[in-house]
């Protein structure tokens, strides 16, 4: 029983979450008929209003349906999904990146607004808060002697980091704005992080599968990567890494340990600390991609590896890209004790970051429109999920293995074997459709009969329809 309480605005998403609860235990299974919104209200001495909207806001997830003239039915299977995509170690240890070419033929025809961007990890504009960045922008100006025209300090903009410092709070970080150094975006952060600890030719430990513009970054770098495998549940094979360390000469890691692209795993905080410890020990870096932190699913905000890092082995980064405006390119990095080589890096590198974004997005977080705005993406992206799963579930082949994520953009898909991943994205393209195929997740063939589908735009008639297209077009493929 939910006890109502008058100060409680978000009663219903406590109902809702009750619910889909038992939805996803099983203790209410598909064709189950839910009470009556004026039962309901009855039952939790709620007002019809709270009901209806617990319903909706199920509705909207697809956990529930209404029929006309009969009421609410329980929709959502989770037995459908019991299958999460297969581990594959990698194929070789280590090597020059390769996979380039593909990369630039799967994101050639992104800017045509003709295509459905399946591909694309990143918050779609219904999403984004533009009125109110525009209202911090032009504040930021405003309030500005020189209408933010000057350079920007070497470190970047006070105000900003200071807001970072303070934001760090959630995921267990204790730091100043001395400690944070801003970018133009996380993955600069990523460069002058890797800049700062590795020389060309050395070796960097990376998760595989992992987002394809890592190879472009390592390729730039001269660098050579290990592939360390991610399982869908706990995140990077720590075991793995632990064992390749005693026959490959490791300069520092790079790994995603919250919501990791394309897998969408979650290290446990328990690994994270295990991991940290580890390579604490042998005095290896670990660079921290925290850019999906913000994009949670559960109730809080999961740690970082930063958050158990107590002697500065651990560089965390991130940006707004993924959580709030991808073309502001505001990003930073914590660099820990490698602080004054990232720092000077960035001298020689760009001098200081633009100083407009800096300051509106500064005065975003100050305003507490963030934070707003993060629960309403969250809550919108959850939801999307949940409709992307169940929509590939019903028009894939039923052999199809989908991801579970707990946050982030992606879901990553498990086709038949026979399956060529770049050949459905040739045909997926002939119908204006864009997915990822595996093979540019990694620099082997592992991952071939493997596709992302990004779920940031909302789930609509146009992609159930692509979802169709292209369940028929891996049948025949598979066929």
Excluded at 75 to 88: G, L, T, V
Aim: net charge positive.
């Amino acid at each position: 029983m939910i006890i109502a309480t008058p100060d409680d605005d978000f009663l219903y998403e406590k109902i809702a979450a009750r619910f889909e609860n038992q939805v996803k235990k099983g203790l209410l299974k598909p064709g189950d008929k839910l009470l009556s919104v004026r039962a309901l209200s009855r039952e939790q001495g709620i007002s019809i209003s709270t009901a209806y909207k617990a319903y909706v806001e199920l509705e909207n997830m697809g956990m529930i349906e209404a029929r006309p003239k009969s009421g609410y039915y329980v929709k959502f299977s989770p037995a459908r999904f019991s299958n999460s995509p297969d581990i594959k170690p990698p194929l070789k240890n280590t090597g020059q990146v390769s996979v380039t070419e593909m990369i630039a033929m799967v994101y050639q025809n992104m800017p045509e607004e003709s295509v459905l961007k399946l591909s694309r990890a990143a918050p779609p504009l219904n999403l984004i808060p533009l009125a109110k960045l525009n209202r911090s922008m032009i504040e930021a100006i405003r309030k500005s002697p020189s209408g933010n025209s000057n350079y920007e300090t070497l470190q970047g903009n006070i105000a900003l980091r200071k807001q970072i410092a303070k934001n760090a709070f959630n995921w267990g970080g204790n730091i100043t704005e001395e400690d944070v150094v801003t970018t133009q975006g996380c993955m600069e952060a990523l460069i002058f992080c890797l800049r700062a600890v590795t020389e060309p030719g050395d070796t960097v430990a990376i998760e595989s599968p992992t987002y394809f513009g890592i190879f472009n970054v390592m390729l730039s770098l001269n660098l050579k990567v290990l592939e360390i495998p991610v399982a869908p549940e706990i995140g990077l094979d720590i075991e793995y890494l632990e064992q390749a360390m005693k026959s490959v000469a490791i300069k520092a890691c790079l790994f995603v340990t919250n919501f990791s692209n394309p897998v969408g795993s979650c290290m446990p905080d328990e690994r994270k600390r295990q991991l940290v410890k580890l390579l604490a020990k042998k005095e290896i870096p670990l660079i921290e991609d925290d850019i999906y932190g913000e994009i949670y699913f559960g109730k809080i905000r999961p740690h970082t590896c930063k958050s158990f890092d107590t002697d500065g082995w651990v560089m965390l980064c991130s940006s707004v890209s993924k959580s709030l405006a991808p073309g502001y390119r505001v990003g930073w990095c914590i660099p820990g004790r490698f602080k004054e080589q990232v720092v000077n890096i960035k001298m020689m590198h760009t001098i200081s970051s633009a100083t407009p974004t800096q300051a509106a997005i500064a005065l975003f977080f100050e305003a507490g429109r963030y934070d707003l705005h993060m629960r309403n993406l969250r809550r919108a992206l959850y939801t999307q999920c949940l409709r992307y799963m169940q929509g590939i579930a019903g028009h894939f082949p039923p052999d199809t293995k989908i991801s579970r994520p707990q946050g982030g953009y992606a879901l990553w898909i498990e086709l038949d074997k026979s399956i060529n991943a770049f050949e459905l994205y040739q045909a997926a393209m002939k119908h204006n459709i864009s997915i990822a195929p595996g093979q540019i997740f990694s620099t082997d063939a592992r991952f071939s009969n493997f596709i992302r589908i990004s779920f940031g735009m909302p789930y609509d008639d146009v992609v159930d329809n692509s979802f169709k297209v292209l369940g028929q077009l891996v049948s025949e493929l598979t066929g």
